[in-house]
């Protein structure tokens, strides 16, 4: 009898999925113009959320998704070995921080625990002692809090810790006093550290700087608009902090409701706080004040404007060292704190060609800096004496992070990865002119990736210019129509898709795969000219670069176009939901996680107006017409056929409005007509996918997983008709 029932509950299942999927939303057009355009927005109804037509339509169709997409053949091949892979690590390690006294600060977490706890010991081989697990943190209220950001003191006697729950990203943040063995009484609420530049402790190593979010209700207009760079001495009154930088306090700044007031130190010995003008920008209007200045007077001055370009700097010897592109160069300059003069500024580094200076870190003794070649292989250099010096690095790394203790040291750290190895840590001692290994966790060995191939190689887009893809592959896998190509594409502000273990990735090799990961313009791979060749009237060649990647896939014999998934996330739903409303018939599946597309109405959305410095302004005409042409939803065309698509967000998302992807769930359903299920799923106890226990984000990745090789005919997740 069992036999008997799942045989039609399969039938019926794999018969159904598009019917089934034809509950439509409730359309109640609203027409808007702008400089002699008439848009048709025929869902804007579904961006009321407490209305409960709309909340309901949500969760009966994220109930409908789970109950196909739970029940996909083979789905629980990725979560055991995830699973499987993390017992095999032992333990994994993240956000370490190491004190100007050598007490290391850390996140732990064992394979079989859902949450990572903060450690520390004093010096990297001391004895390990646990501080702080968030399963403790106000047990009556019954949520799961996670641990997103930590911050010490200089001399490690105390640390901060920012907690949040189901994926707000928001934060609280307590103080445990290592001297003591305890938690604070202190309670700071409104924060989000993880995305403003964290907290600057002062030298008293009792005071710190960070930024305060008045109104943290993403229902209300006023969330994330007006925020305060503030001062908070441990021990006063959580409601008691001192303004440094707001709108309200600073009307010489010139600081807009949408922008975010960042103040950062060099370091203990800074003379210096920078204060800046922050956002959805690479570069940022930058003011500067004595340190001793922040108990009294808090007069703020000009250091530079945005037009100078700078990407990154230290203070050192009351000089800015800093990175340019202005000019259309990439170059690291000096010049002096006292009389600033960016016009006449020494060139201490020029412009290395094909390559990109990434960041930059003080030393005692001169600084160190990264460069990336194409966003996929990184170099570092030691400037000591007036010459820069190229270290040999362990082993040949995509992507490398630098660490360093600012003046007072000429030590540093590096973090190196790739997309077959996992990431391993070494420090640089300055007395042996070497690189030693100081991992925390064991390296782990996979040999189920041995024989996976990692391979850089560009492609031609529209317009002619070289694009990086980078290949993973099996080595004996034999190029033809049935292979199922996974393309991951981003393309805005200006970010880097870096190499690093990506094990989702990895997995779908392993199942026979290949994954190509397209490094579109937007990102900034190849500098600050590759991003702005993807940036507001320029938008069109992220997509226009994906289909360019899609179409060399297919003429090289790798795939074809019924094997080709689309996967991006956050602003590549743009790169995304246009590639697959330009070019529906050339993808068989499309998975958009939090995606923004619906680009005329961004502004509209709490990070709306500052999202506008990337994508546009709907109060300039040639903004205007980029941000109608880069709408994913506003270019579905009814009686279209469109690639199986998979369209997720999390009810708590701060920073793409859930109604963003619904609406566009509900646009695509109802102008369809190809027999291609397309899913909408809202993560109930999430926000933009991160800050959320470890199984709750593999139930997720195995969704798409499962989806996209379902989609794409993969055997082991057909669903197959069982003989009565």
Not at 402 to 429: A, L, P, Q
Request: hydrophobic letters at 35%.
């Amino acid at each position: 009898m069992y036999i008997y029932k799942l045989y039609f509950f399969l039938i019926f299942l794999c018969a159904t999925v598009k019917a089934q999927n034809t509950n439509l939303a409730i359309s109640k057009p609203v027409t808007d113009e702008y400089f002699g355009t008439k848009i048709v927005d025929e869902y804007r109804n579904l961006e009321n959320l407490n209305d409960l037509s709309t909340s309901k339509w949500m969760e009966d169709q994220t109930k409908y998704s789970l109950s196909v997409l739970r029940n996909i053949p083979n789905r629980q091949f990725y979560i055991d070995k995830r699973l499987e892979f993390d017992k095999k690590q032992s333990v994994s390690i993240n956000q370490l921080s190491i004190t100007d006294n050598d007490i290391y600060f850390y996140l732990k977490r064992l394979p079989q625990e859902k949450t990572a706890k903060l450690f520390y010991r004093k010096s990297f081989n001391g004895t390990e002692t646990e501080i702080f697990n968030p399963e403790n943190f106000k047990p009556e209220n019954k949520k799961k809090y996670q641990i997103n950001y930590i911050k010490p003191s200089y001399d490690g006697s105390k640390v901060v810790i920012a907690l949040t729950e189901s994926g707000k990203e928001i934060s609280e943040m307590v103080i445990y006093d290592i001297s003591h063995g305890k938690l604070l009484p202190d309670l700071l609420t409104n924060c989000w550290p993880s995305d403003s530049g964290g907290i600057a402790w002062l030298s008293d190593n009792n005071s710190f700087i960070y930024r305060y979010y008045p109104v943290i209700d993403p229902k209300s207009p006023l969330f994330l608009k007006d925020t305060e760079s503030v001062l908070y001495t441990i021990g006063q009154s959580s409601q008691v902090h001192t303004i440094l930088l707001s709108r309200q306090n600073n009307p010489e700044v010139k600081i807009n409701p949408e922008d975010f007031p960042r103040i950062s130190l060099s370091s203990k010995n800074s003379k210096y706080i920078f204060g800046q003008i922050s956002g959805a920008t690479t570069f940022k209007d930058t003011y500067y004040m004595p340190v001793g200045e922040v108990f009294s007077q808090r007069k703020w001055k000009l250091l530079f404007r945005k037009e100078e370009k700078i990407t990154d700097f230290i203070e050192k010897d009351d000089h800015l060292i800093y990175i340019s592109e202005k000019n259309g160069t990439n170059a690291i300059y000096s010049t002096s704190l006292q009389n600033p003069d960016f016009e006449n500024s020494e060139v201490l580094v020029s412009n290395i060609a094909d390559e990109v200076i990434t960041s930059l870190n003080n030393l005692k003794e001169g600084f160190v800096f990264s460069t990336s070649k194409n966003g996929v292989e990184a170099k570092v250099y030691l400037y000591k004496e007036k010459n820069k010096i190229l270290l040999p690095l362990p082993f040949l790394a995509g992507n490398v992070s630098i660490t360093s203790k600012g003046d007072i040291s000429n030590d540093f750290w590096i973090v190196c990865s790739g997309w077959k190895n996992d990431s391993e840590r070494f420090k640089y001692d300055s007395l042996q002119n070497k690189f030693v290994p100081e991992n925390i966790a064991p390296i782990i060995e996979y040999p189920e990736f041995k024989n996976i191939i990692a391979e850089e190689i560009t492609i031609k887009s529209h317009d002619g210019l070289d694009i990086p893809v980078s290949l993973m592959y099996n080595k004996n896998i034999k190029r033809n129509a049935d292979n199922p190509v996974l393309i991951y594409a981003y393309g805005a502000y200006g970010t880097n898709i870096s190499p690093n273990l990506s094990k989702t990735y990895l997995l779908w090799v392993q199942k026979g795969g290949i994954v190509a990961i397209a490094h579109v313009r937007g990102g900034g791979e190849k500098g600050e000219p590759w991003h702005e060749g993807g940036y507001k009237m320029t938008k069109s060649n992220s997509w226009k670069d994906l289909i360019s990647c899609a179409e060399y896939m297919i003429s090289e014999k790798y795939t074809s176009k019924n094997k080709i998934a689309i996967w991006g996330a956050s602003a590549g739903g743009i790169t995304i939901g246009r590639a697959i409303t330009a070019r529906p018939d050339l993808f068989k599946v499309a998975i958009i996680d939090a995606g923004v597309v619906n680009t005329t109405r961004m502004e509209f959305t709490p990070n709306g107006l500052n999202s506008a410095k990337e994508f546009g302004s709907l109060n300039n005409e040639s903004e205007f017409k980029a941000l109608l042409e880069m709408d994913a939803y506003q270019q579905i065309r009814k009686g279209k056929k469109y690639p199986a698509t998979l369209i997720t967000s999390g009810i708590n998302d701060p920073r793409v409005s859930p109604w963003m992807p619904t609406k566009f769930a509900a646009k695509l359903l109802a102008a369809d007509k190809s027999k291609n299920p397309i899913f909408l799923k809202i993560d109930y106890e999430g926000g933009h996918g991160g800050d959320i226990p470890v199984a709750q984000k593999y139930d997720n990745i195995a969704d798409t997983f499962a989806f996209a090789l379902w989609q794409l005919g993969h055997p082991d997740y057909k669903f197959k008709e069982i003989k009565k």
